[in-house]
């Protein structure tokens, strides 16, 4: 049984057209659900749009959303992804203070170490981008913290399922 402090992600294929995500959200808000992120995009084919929904809550919440949001006529497909069958990242820019030469240093070094990449440098600044899972990502920016972290801008995850669907093969 899934406990209600752990986060689950709902894939959901719609029809690329105005409003969808508004709808999407409302439903959740008129219903009281908490959205940790949201993030959508094209899809494979133009005329789609996946969304991918991180949220917290038990078995019977996550049952209620996934029914609740297949009601809705510009939904395609909605299902509940298994975290063992999940491929999930987030993209993270982090804008850290490195107006002395040792920090820069240090930042550097812990950027190599956790496979990021330094994409502005300024005199007292540099912003990074890190990928990876929302562990990964909050085990950075606490690294960072001490540095001072001025400014974060985050994608929120996204998520394939493992293995061989694709959007014909959808429910």
Request: avoid cysteine; charged fraction near 25%.
């Amino acid at each position: 049984m899934k406990n209600s402090e752990e986060t689950t992600t709902i894939s959901v294929l719609v029809e690329n057209r105005p409003g969808v995500l508004n709808g999407i959200t409302s439903l959740l808000l008129r219903r009281g659900f908490n959205i940790e992120s949201i993030s959508a995009g094209t899809a494979e084919l133009e005329d789609l749009v996946r969304i991918t929904i991180a949220m917290k809550g038990d078995e019977r919440i996550i049952d209620q959303v996934v029914k609740q949001l297949g009601k809705l006529v510009y939904i395609l497909s909605v299902s509940e992804l298994e975290p063992q069958k999940t491929v999930t990242r987030e993209l993270a820019l982090v804008k850290v203070n490195t107006s002395d030469p040792a920090a820069r240093s240090d930042v550097i070094n812990y950027t190599e170490i956790f496979k990021a990449h330094v994409i502005d440098v300024a005199h007292e600044t540099l912003i990074v981008e890190i990928t990876g899972d929302s562990e990964k990502i909050d085990a950075f920016i606490g690294l960072m913290k001490p540095f001072g972290v001025r400014q974060i801008a985050r994608t929120g995850v996204t998520a394939l399922p493992r293995g061989a669907p694709s959007t014909q093969s959808q429910n």
